[in-house]
């Protein structure tokens, strides 16, 4: 019996890195609620998460896979504590990728 789950590890292990994955993400922010100021200071989040896992070399591999994701980020509030503001948000990741 031990060796059977040995066997199913190795198999496991195996297939894991037998193909790459590299992740293309698409991210959308959604922040039309916070004032103007807050909207105007997150215009640009998405592109830096999207730059962020795209550009980040997950594997190094030249057998690679591409696994489509999207991210959906969905900030409720803003509070400002001093000289930082905590953002309160949601995320919502999905693939349709195997």
């Known amino acids: ?57 997950w594997v190094d591999d030249e057998f690679e896979y591409d696994v489509d994701c999207n991210i959906q980020v969905i900030v409720e509030t803003v509070q400002k504590k001093t000289a930082e503001k905590i953002y309160k948000t949601q995320f919502l990741i999905s693939s349709i990728s195997g």
């Open 1 to 57: 019996m031990k060796s059977f789950f040995i066997g199913i590890l190795i198999v496991f292990t195996f297939a894991v890195f037998a193909h790459s994955q590299v992740l293309k993400a698409s991210v959308t922010v959604q922040y039309g609620h916070l004032p103007t100021e807050e909207q105007n200071a997150l215009s640009t989040f998405a592109e830096k998460i999207e730059q962020y896992f795209n550009g980040y070399d």
